[in-house]
T-cell receptor, first 112, second 115 residues
Framework: NAGVTQTPKFQVLKTGQSMTLQCAQD?????MSWYRQDPGMGLRLIHY???????DQGEVPNGYNVSRSTTEDFPLRLLSAAPSQTSVYFC???????????FGSGTRLTVV | GNSVTQMEGPVTLSEEAFLTINCTYT??????LFWYVQYPGEGLQLLLK?????DKGSNKGFEATYRKETTSFHLEKGSVQVSDSAVYFC??????????????FGKGTKLSVKP
């Protein structure tokens, strides 16, 4: 099993550009989430999904969109990148939440 | 709402010292609790968990006990090694509302262990 795979690992964007961060898992997990990690802030939930076709907003959803067309994939779209979105982004998945989440290795995004 | 508070770092210890990282939570009900570890440049790895009061999670010499009375889940290790240097995150599984089924994290504690 590959676990949770995130691509790309690094990305530099110009302000106003759009892009999609990819996340895929091969564990047949229903729950998937996106977090951003900023210094001194811990991890904050952006969007999450409890199954294909179902998504919802987390703590910091503004400027991001998600969709969940399959169980395996949960892409995160930045609509118009801003310097405030410079961060490390983590995707995570879980069978039910209660057993904990498996995290990807992260995408380091810089917006200039 | 649900929240997790953990002691701020950084924490610097000598090898073989005793480690405690404090963690308390605020939640409706009794959420599952977790400790995650993040090594430099990597993602988060589940270190240990406890799903109900008085449960003790343990792994790699680390332990934490779910204390309902004090709403705490402190991480301990009797003898740290240089290889334990990392950032440690306490987390609670959200109960109710918009956090249902998702992890709520503390801000992390950076541990540095010197030889």
């Amino acid at each position: 099993n590959a676990g949770v795979t995130q691509t790309p690992k690094f990305q530099v964007l110009k302000t106003g550009q759009s892009m999609t961060l990819q996340c895929a898992q091969d564990m047949n997990h229903e729950y998937m989430s996106w977090y951003r990690q900023d210094p001194g802030m811990g991890l904050r939930l952006i969007h999450y999904s409890v199954g294909a076709g179902i998504t919802d907003q987390g703590e910091v959803p503004n400027g991001y969109n998600v969709s969940r067309s399959t169980t395996e994939d949960f892409p995160l779209r930045l609509l118009s990148a801003a310097p405030s979105q410079t961060s490390v982004y983590f995707c995570a998945s879980s069978y039910s939440g209660g057993q904990g989440y498996t995290f990807g290795s992260g995408t380091r995004l810089t917006v200039v | 709402g649900n929240s997790v508070t953990q002691m701020e770092g950084p924490v610097t210890l000598s090898e073989e010292a005793f480690l405690t990282i404090n963690c308390t939570y605020t939640a409706t009900g009794y959420p599952s609790l977790f400790w995650y570890v993040q090594y430099p440049g990597e993602g988060l790895q589940l270190l240990l968990k406890a799903t109900k009061a008085d449960d003790k999670g343990s792994n790699k010499g680390f332990e934490a006990t779910y204390r309902k009375e004090t709403t705490s889940f402190h991480l301990e290790k009797g003898s740290v090694q240089v290889s334990d240097s990392a950032v440690y995150f306490c987390a609670a599984l959200g109960v109710g509302g918009g956090s249902q089924g998702n992890l709520i994290f503390g801000k992390g504690t950076k541990l540095s262990v010197k030889p």
